[in-house]
């Protein structure tokens, strides 16, 4: 139990101990550590790519990897490596903005239900069950179907799906801090409504936010790619991880490069990105079982 | 028992018209009608196909007579195939996703249960270690990505099984199969080790083993029954999954099914067989939850004895 006063020391330490057991965590470490190269890789991508993003050579045409073109090149004799690292950007952005649409969406739906209770919070799991009945993965293809194939869209759209865990997460949480006997204590203090839940909510439910969130990035980005590869998510010119897995299928029996280079790089960084999110359950949650 | 029934059958009508309602007006607002890529047809042409499916009527007035078509059981005409009835294709594709289904959920139920209960036993060794590190290879590997990479090492390079249709050349639905199964396969496995890790510390487990019997007996008899509830229900949302990666599986593999339909006729702005299809994929998932929520109930007594109490 903690008290009113010690609220910013506590955080900090509980950050320091997260850290100290993640850093123990091998494989949680080497996602992290996976995550920050693409991070990086995808922010300089204009000044490293190796070749231009338009850039084609059709007399080349698809070409194995090469000391020149290290992952190979398609059949407009486009660098491989290339559009893998902007296809990348690509990747990364729908996860991370999608991402940030269900965290919106997810901890103002489950703070408020959870901290004014009682009807309202009712009314609004109940919204919540409602949603997670409806099929999604075929809302989202009704969705681009109807208003085409936007990139916004898709944002919205994939963040719509995954906010309904959230707010259940945060609900929960808010709910259990809500009857805890500090809360209480900094409520008899005098401490007005916004600042309890400046100081004390907020901070103690960052730990499930954090590892939730970490592990709805992978699942977002795999909805992209399901969707690209379908051929209803991202369009050409612009391209995705799920695109070029699309396009290597058509043509893997003569030039499978152009299908296992893409599809490693898709895994490697859902692989990462799960156990980073594992390794913060552990680190920051003690409570949760691991499943 | 009976009243928990009913209850979540009735829950069920007002999900079924909110996605009825959001479905149609949906498809409603989208730009263009349905005929409106068609070659320059003549406006007599437009008008006269506009009536023959209503759409000349006021909007109001479609969405009731589509309502009561529905729960009729209608699904009316196609828009792009002529001459055939949504319904008509549902009952075609139907049967080959459902096998599908089936077969991927029984790899993915015979994989992962024996991969998680063998994982449990002896936590935190390489009998752990090994199972779940390829479970977590499973859940990375989307079915996008394994199918076309089964294919090419089964199908193209070995040659040992056929790599498109549904059952024209006998071994044809392994590689979808299989497809399908594993991420399931890794999902639960993850689910059962939990499960059973969380039950074999109890203390009627305890209890078990110092009467003496046999590990065997322990974890079959006693340990399985429970350890599995969260593998139960898991497997409504999974159905739903299932439903979801049989658009992938059925296109990559060329075979007939409603997932590869429903991708169709997104791509063709087919909005009947879009609209009906939505639905009964809706309907589907609502009576898969409930039946996994069912047997989950029969399987935990404590929350049996909840649903009896209040509710």
């Known amino acids: ?291 | 028992m009976l009243r928990f029934i009913a209850s979540r059958l009735l829950q069920a009508i007002p999900v079924l018209l909110v996605v009825i309602s959001v479905t149609f007006l949906l498809i409603h607002s989208a730009p263009g009608g349905p005929f409106s890529d068609e070659k320059a047809v003549p406006p007599e042409v437009a008008r006269a196909l506009e009536a023959q499916y209503n759409l000349d009527q006021p909007l109001w007035q479609q969405y009731v007579s589509y309502l009561s078509d529905v729960v009729r059981g209608d699904f009316g005409p196609s828009f792009k195939y002529s001459g055939r009835t949504v319904n008509e294709l549902i009952a075609a594709g139907l049967p080959v996703t459902a096998e599908l289904a089936l077969y991927a959920m029984l790899v993915a139920l015979f994989i992962g249960i024996s991969a998680g209960v063998f994982a449990a036993i002896r936590p935190n060794t390489l009998q752990d270690y090994i199972p779940m590190s390829a479970a977590m290879l499973g859940i990375c590997m989307p079915s996008f990505l394994l199918g076309p990479i089964l294919i090419l090492v089964f199908g193209i390079q070995l040659e040992w099984l056929p790599i498109s249709g549904w059952g024209d050349i006998p071994g044809d639905k392994i590689l979808p199969a299989i497809t399908l199964g594993t991420g399931y396969a890794a999902y639960i496995a993850r689910l059962s080790r939990s499960g059973m890790l969380e039950v074999l510390s109890q203390d009627y487990i305890r209890t078990a083993c110092a009467k003496g019997l046999s590990e065997r007996l322990i974890i079959f008899k006693h340990a399985l029954r429970g350890g599995l509830i969260p593998v139960i229900a898991f497997l409504g949302p999974a159905f739903a999954g299932l439903l979801g990666g049989s658009f992938v599986v059925e296109t990559i593999f060329q075979i007939p099914g409603l997932g590869r339909f429903y991708v169709t006729s997104a791509f063709n702005r087919d909005y009947t067989m879009i609209l009906g299809m939505t639905i009964f994929f809706a309907g589907l998932i609502i009576v898969f939850n409930l039946l996994s929520d069912l047997l989950a109930l029969w399987l935990n007594p404590k929350l049996r004895q909840q649903a009896r109490g209040g509710n």
């Open chain 1, 1 to 291: 139990m903690q008290h009113p006063s010690q609220a910013s020391e506590q955080r900090s330490s509980l950050w320091l101990d997260a850290w100290i057991k993640l850093r123990k965590n091998r494989m949680a470490l080497f996602g992290f550590v996976v995550l920050l190269i693409l991070c990086a890789v995808s922010l300089l991508t204009p000044w490293i790519a190796p070749y231009s993003y338009e850039q084609q050579d059709l007399m080349l045409g698809a070409t194995p990897p090469s000391s020149a073109h290290w992952l190979g090149t398609d059949i407009f004799g486009r660098d491989m490596l290339t559009r893998i690292m902007y296809g990348g950007r690509v990747s990364l952005m729908v996860g991370f903005i999608a991402t940030a649409v269900a965290l919106v969406i997810g901890i103002l739906w489950g703070s408020i239900a959870g901290f004014i209770g009682g009807r309202v919070d009712a009314v609004m799991m109940r919204i919540v069950d409602i949603m997670y009945a409806l099929p999604f993965m075929i809302f989202i293809v009704l969705l681009m179907v109807v208003f085409g194939r936007n990139i916004l869209l898709l944002f919205v759209a994939i963040g719509a799906v995954e906010w309904l865990t959230m707010a259940r997460i945060v609900r929960s949480q808010v709910m259990a801090l809500r009857k805890q006997e500090f809360v209480e204590a900094a409520y008899s203090m005098g401490l007005s409504r916004w600042a309890i839940i400046r100081r004390h909510i907020i901070p103690n439910t960052l730990g499930p936010v954090v590892v939730y969130t970490t592990l709805t990035i992978p699942s977002v980005m795999l909805l992209e790619a399901f969707l690209s590869f379908l051929g209803l998510g991202i369009q050409p010119p612009q391209s995705s991880w799920g695109l070029l897995i699309n396009y290597g299928v058509e043509t893997m029996e003569e030039y499978p490069w152009l299908l296992i280079f893409p599809g490693i790089t898709l895994s490697l960084t859902l692989f990462a990105l799960n156990f980073l999110g594992d390794g913060l359950r552990d680190a920051l949650d003690p409570r949760a079982s691991k499943d």
